[in-house]
Nanobody, 121 residues
Framework: QVQLVESGGGLVQAGGSLRLSCAAS????????TAWFRQAPGKERELVAR????????HYADSVKGRFTIFRDNAKNTVYLQMNSLKPEDTAVYFC??????????????WGQGTQVTVSS
């Protein structure tokens, strides 16, 4: 079983920055990609950014392009989301999702518990 633990959320003023971390532990599986999603109150969960493991290509939601950067540290088995120029509309619970392949070749994904990001105006 894989555990994903997010950290780095908090309260920040508009224009500020936060860095979220998603640390994976537990059983080792082949990774396909890791993504950050967010869910604001009353809204559906949406994809924010995604990074593949081979190659390390990235994808961003239009709403965060140029402000957020997703990157990983292979040695630490951790994926980060650097968030700059934060806006009140970025307020949400941010979730980490890892796409993996089991030992018998079946794809599956795992979610973290989420971390709250609140941006004040």
């Amino acid at each position: 079983q894989v555990q994903l633990v997010e950290s780095g959320g908090g309260l920040v003023q508009a224009g500020g920055s936060l860095r979220l971390s998603c640390a994976a532990s537990g059983r080792t599986y082949s990774k396909r990609a890791t993504a950050w999603f967010r869910q604001a109150p009353g809204k559906e969960r949406e994809l924010v950014a995604r990074i593949t493991w081979n190659p390390g290509s990235t994808h961003y939601a239009d709403s965060v392009k140029g402000r957020f950067t997703i990157f990983r540290d292979n040695a630490k088995n951790t994926v980060y989301l650097q968030m700059n120029s934060l806006k009140p509309e970025d307020t949400a619970v941010y979730f980490c999702n890892a796409e993996m392949v089991s030992g018998i070749g079946l794809p599956f994904s795992s979610w973290g518990q989420g971390t709250q990001v609140t941006v004040s105006s």
